[in-house]
């Protein structure tokens, strides 16, 4: 068995196989953290914004609560900035 084949990663040109290919991969993303937070009791939060700006998202917990711990532990001169990010969040 020789080596694994590299598919090139291009942009798909045709809108409807890239929206259908779009919401494959998306929903096989979320699949996934979903598995990991149960398979390894792990919080996961995944984000993912469309083309279009539409927002797409999965959080085994609260998607507030995974922000926040992630800027908490984040390094600290990130902190100030990812907070006031987050605080321009809320309705």
Not at 16 to 40: D, H
Not at 43 to 69: C, D
Request: glycine share 4%; proline share 4%; aromatic share 8%.
């Amino acid at each position: 068995m020789g080596p694994p084949r590299r598919t090139e990663i291009k942009k798909i040109e045709d809108l409807s196989a890239r929206q259908v290919t779009f919401s494959k991969r998306r929903n096989g993303l979320f699949r996934k953290a979903k598995r990991w937070s149960v398979s390894y009791d792990a919080e996961v939060a995944v984000i993912v914004f469309s083309n279009t700006g539409k927002l797409y998202q999965f959080s085994s917990t609260s998607m507030e609560h995974t922000l926040l711990r992630y800027n908490n532990k984040g390094a600290p001169q990130m902190r100030s900035a990812n907070m006031k990010q987050l605080q321009n969040l809320k309705p």
